[in-house]
């Protein structure tokens, strides 16, 4: 009797040590659900921008960036703000620049601001959560593509995107490094 | 339910003496005196640090130590508290007193037992060792938020496996418990019959096994991030630093009733006593422990209004918050009512229990203003905070155990313990107390953060009277090393019954109470 | 009980005065700090109307418990009653907390809402945390900077006498303009910090990787201080806040004086992303602290 009980008390133990990580991927879907933390979702294009224009309203879309200490980049938007028909597809480019000599991976996280918002933002081509590799002193514009949702909230008038970029070296092992150089297709495969 | 005591008859009849008998009991009364011991030793190697806190805060300037040694200190101080002192500690009491209170010979799983114990001088070796590495210990705060506990030294590695350890021995205590709850109890007692604090700790176990595990997850995933290329919380990787803070008090906040349930339970069977009249509206104290346990699980957010949840969280979790006042209020209420119309007399155990009934609500009422979401973000993280915490945690949970000690000494023992010293010692930590922690409440309203080493001129005042506080209340506790001391050592005869008709199995039994007791069951009225 | 009731009205009448009369308290440094914002006027209202319901509660309770014991203690000769439950008693102090809980709620709901409405700014500025300084953008207008605690080393080490404003002055205030609704997106650069100005009643986690919104308008001029309220490591004491909210004038005058030259603009923008170069320039903080204000003891 006692042993039974043990067991049905220590499976409920591993069972709640499985679900502290469960709540990792359950913390991600209902932060995308409610657009908790400023996650966005990422769609298609066709999908974001199905319901057409409201020709009716303007939203001010507002960029922003931060380059983390421990990632020599120049990282900014190239334009402060845009102003976008719900409905409407968008691009924004931000500008990216390895101010070091060496090949550098950085990797980005975007926070769409305020929450309420970051539902209704649905980014159809995004730089973020990849691994971005800049060779020594090279530059590139990356692009986003974004689409207002129409559902968006008539309070809602200006919104933010603002992405972080880190050093993501750390994270990749040498292998992985060679395998995004060589699918970014670079000659130089320059490995420090 | 039927008994299973006389499986465990004939075990213990022969019992080695000296260190080998501690080492090796499986006697429940041995073990939950290990508990107590263990306990007290890290109430004052906790209360040590307290106080190289508070001599820093003495005042302005930085006096005594560096700012990284300061964060260590608020950061140990805490661990050690909640996994050293007060959990331990009311592991203690569940060892002596549940089987007693129920009727049992012994806990269910004896040999299981000794293991939850002998975990935890280990855990707390590991824990202590970690300020002999290069970075020193843990300095992120007890909550270990990362990414900054990701930034730590190797003191943080040996932190979290003390908590791993730790955990383990609580889970297995906890199993213990409802076993021993489910399956030894004497014939006759049903679980309505049951004395409160045995479904306190009942409820507190269930909760200790749901969240336990979770917290080791937490930390596991710390380690990973800091050592294996995860990305959980840290940002560079993709992680997010806020997912910490959601699984940590999704144990942190049940984790803080488990502290305190226990101590609601002691103080449900000390005030009856001493007023001589049954406890007040038994069957809605349970249910309020078990609201209170359920609710527990709903409020975690609340820790974290100011990390930018959306509106409906906030609100959400501002209303939950609130629900708690109300099972709680009840047990207050139900306490007031026991008093009552009652024969009140005034032994160190009732002074204990009376303040904490008062100084608790106190805290229970800041508890209630911080959970009032706008107010919060004044609130949070300011000595308000620390204030609150102080007033449910010490002159909640601690000062409960010392009332339950000075209670349920003279069963232990055999002797009363010295009277006079006892009332002094609970009247110089009541006083001591308060001067410590209530002047935290005026410097967390008036703008300072805690975890500070050093303070802006305006909060000069109330820090060193607050220091002041603190000196008396540490010198304080070693009273209770000598009272404690000194009534194991001898004193007049305590009778079986002790107090004047108290109820319940334990006062049946003889003083001290025999090395095994109820190996027939009792008959349960 | 009459006698309750009366010591119940007269401790009553003692309290309100107290709880209400914040700026007598403010002064002494008992309550929250005089608030300069409708948000923060509106929170003092709030804390103060909730902890005299407390407070009532508290003395109302302790009041009946301590008549209990004084005049139901053995040593007079009070014989117990025995009785054990009242369904009554029960249900009445279940649903009267309620009551007082939703009365609470109502005005902490509305207040909340308004404390969330970021919308409509008349101007953002974006305030990142680093370890152990803050860093604030004027994204309208391209003003940037970092500030740092500007309190003299030997004062900290009680080398020096300390001066007023110990470990609440920066190098570079912000300077906020008066009756605008100025937005903040807040966020960190390593670990959490957390941005607060009492008087402002403004607080909000600056977290790696993540912005977050809030707002305020400041009624009056003023220099108004805060701190950094999440524990971010050694410094985390040493990383204050000084807000100087000037009429919109001056305001404007300090952002011309302030801002980069219209094509320098470009420039100083990809300096400051870089992380190396700024108006107020600071080095990045290194790993061992060599730029800390407060040096380590050791």
New interface residues.
């Given amino acids: 009797?006692?042993r039974r009980?043990?067991l049905r008390?220590?499976a409920?133990?591993?069972v709640?040590?499985?679900?502290?990580?469960a709540?990792?991927p359950l913390?991600?879907t209902l932060?995308v659900a409610?657009?908790?933390?400023?996650k966005t979702r990422i769609t298609d294009t066709q999908t974001a921008a199905a319901d057409g224009v409201d020709e009716d309203r303007w939203i001010t879309v507002?960029f922003?960036?931060?380059?983390?200490?421990g990632?020599?980049?120049?990282?900014?938007p190239m334009m402060?703000s845009v102003r976008v028909h719900p409905g409407e597809v968008k691009d924004a480019v931000y500008f990216a620049?390895n101010?070091s000599s060496n090949p550098i991976f950085g990797?980005a996280?975007y926070?769409v601001?305020?929450?309420?918002a970051a539902v209704h933002f649905n980014k159809t081509e995004c730089f973020c959560?990849t691994n971005q590799l800049l060779e020594g002193h090279e530059a590139k514009e990356m692009p986003v593509r974004f689409v207002v949702g129409r559902d968006i909230p008539k309070?809602?008038?200006?919104i933010?995107l603002?992405y972080?970029f880190?050093?993501?070296e750390?994270?990749l092992s040498e292998e992985d490094k060679n395998k995004l150089t060589a699918s970014t297709k670079r000659n130089s495969a320059g490995e420090g | 339910m039927a008994t299973v005591a006389d499986d465990h008859h004939d075990h213990h009849d022969h019992h080695p003496t000296g260190l080998i008998r501690w080492i090796t009991t499986t006697n429940h009364k041995d073990i939950g005196t290990l508990y107590l011991l263990f306990s007290f030793a890290m109430f004052l190697v906790g209360g040590a640090m307290a106080m190289v806190i508070r001599a820093e805060l003495f005042q302005p300037g930085l006096q005594i130590v560096d700012p990284h040694f300061f964060n260590q200190m608020t950061t140990v101080h805490a661990l050690v508290m909640v996994f050293g002192a007060v959990m331990p500690g009311m592991v203690g009491f569940a060892n002596w007193m549940i089987p007693i209170m129920i009727g049992a010979p012994d806990m269910a799983l004896p040999r299981l037992n000794n293991w939850s114990f002998w975990i935890l001088p280990f855990a707390a070796t590991l824990l202590l060792s970690s300020f002999l590495t290069a970075g020193g210990g843990p300095a992120a705060g007890w909550t270990l938020y990362a990414p900054l506990t990701i930034q730590g030294g190797m003191g943080v590695d040996l932190t979290i496996f003390a908590v791993h350890m730790l955990g383990i021995s609580s889970v297995l205590g906890a199993i213990n418990v409802i076993v021993t709850i489910f399956n030894m109890r004497a014939p006759g007692m049903d679980f309505m019959k049951m004395p409160l604090f045995v479904w306190t700790w009942l409820i507190t176990a269930f909760l200790l096994i749901a969240v336990m595990p979770v917290f080791a997850g937490a930390v596991t995933m710390l380690l990973t991030d800091r050592h294996f290329g995860t990305a959980f919380f840290n940002p560079a990787g993709g992680g997010d630093p806020v997912l910490f803070q959601h699984i940590f008090w999704f144990f942190g906040h049940p984790e803080v009733y488990i502290m305190i349930l226990p101590a609601f339970g002691i103080i449900s069977a000390i005030i009856p006593t001493f007023s001589r009249k049954p406890l007040f509206g038994y069957t809605s104290m349970v249910l309020a422990v078990a609201g209170i346990a359920f609710l527990s699980f709903i409020v975690w957010a609340h820790h974290m209004f100011t990390v930018g949840m959306p509106l409906i969280g906030e609100v959400y979790f501002m209303y939950a918050t609130m629900l708690i006042a109300v099972p709680t209020g009840v047990k207050v209420f139900n306490w007031v009512a026991t008093m009552w119309r009652g024969s009140l007399t005034f032994e160190t155990p009732m002074l204990f229990a009376i303040g904490v009934v008062v100084l608790f609500t106190i805290g229970g009422l800041s508890g209630l203003m911080l959970g009032i979401t706008p107010a919060d973000f004044q609130y949070h993280d300011t000595y308000f905070v620390v204030a609150h915490f102080h007033y449910v945690l010490f002159s909640g949970s601690v000062m409960a155990m010392m009332g339950g000690v000075y209670y349920w000494l003279p069963k232990w023992t055999g002797h009363m313990y010295d009277e006079k010293l006892g009332k002094l010692h609970f009247w110089l930590t009541t006083i001591f107390f308060n001067i410590t922690f209530f002047p935290q409440h005026f410097l967390g309203l008036a703008g300072m953060p805690r975890r500070i080493p050093d303070y802006a001129l305006q909060f000069t005042e109330f820090n060193v009277i607050s220091s002041l506080g603190a000196f008396g209340l540490g010198v304080s506790q070693l009273l209770m090393a000598y009272i404690v001391y000194k009534c194991v050592k001898g004193g007049e005869k305590a009778t079986d019954e002790v107090w004047d008709n108290p109820e319940g199995l334990e006062w049946t039994l003889p003083s001290p109470a025999p090395y095994h007791t109820f190996e027939t069951p009792p008959v349960i009225k | 009980m009459v006698r309750l009731n009366k010591a119940f009205t007269v401790s009553l009448s003692a309290l309100i005065p107290l709880a209400v009369a914040t700026p007598v308290f403010a002064e002494w440094g008992l309550n929250l700090p005089t608030p300069v914002t409708p948000i923060g006027e509106g929170i003092l209202t709030l804390h103060n109307w909730i902890l005299l319901i407390c407070t009532i509660i508290f003395v109302g309770v302790f009041g009946v418990m301590f008549y209990s014991l004084y005049a139901h203690r053995k040593s007079k000769g009070h014989k117990p009653s025995q009785f054990s439950h009242s369904t009554f008693a029960e249900i009445t102090w279940t649903v009267i907390p309620t009551l007082i809980l939703i009365g609470m709620a109502i005005p902490s709901t509305a207040m909340l809402i308004k404390m969330e409405d970021t919308s409509e700014a008349d101007l953002t500025v974006k305030i990142t945390g680093y370890q152990w300084k803050w860093r604030y953008d004027y994204l309208d207008s391209g003003v940037q900077f970092y500030s740092n605690l500007s309190t003299d080393r030997n004062e900290i080490l009680n080398k020096n006498e300390k001066g007023e404003n110990y470990l609440l002055e920066v190098d570079n205030q912000v300077v906020l303009p008066i009756g605008k609704k100025i937005r903040f997106l807040i966020t960190a650069n390593d670990v959490i910090h957390s941005w607060w100005v009492p008087q402002l009643a403004v607080k909000k986690d600056a977290i790696p990787g993540f912005i977050n919104e809030v707002w305020t308008k400041i009624n009056e001029p003023g220099i108004y201080r805060g701190q950094c309220t999440e524990l971010c490591g050694r410094e985390h004491g040493f990383m204050p806040v000084v807000v100087k909210a000037v009429s919109v004038e001056e305001f404007d005058a300090w952002v011309a004086e302030n801002a980069p030259a219209e094509e320098q603009a470009e420039e100083t923008q990809s300096g400051v992303s870089g992380g190396q170069t700024l108006v107020a320039v600071s080095a990045i903080s290194t790993e061992d602290g060599a730029d800390d204000p407060a040096p380590a003891i050791r």
């Fill in positions: 009797m006692n009980l043990v008390l220590l409920l133990t591993v709640m040590f499985g679900f502290g990580y709540l990792v913390y991600d932060c409610f657009g908790l933390n400023g507002q922003t960036s931060h380059t983390a200490t990632l020599p980049w120049e990282f900014r402060n620049k101010n990797r996280t926070s601001s305020p929450s309420i959560f309070d809602v008038k200006t933010t603002s972080s880190f050093n993501a750390q994270y």
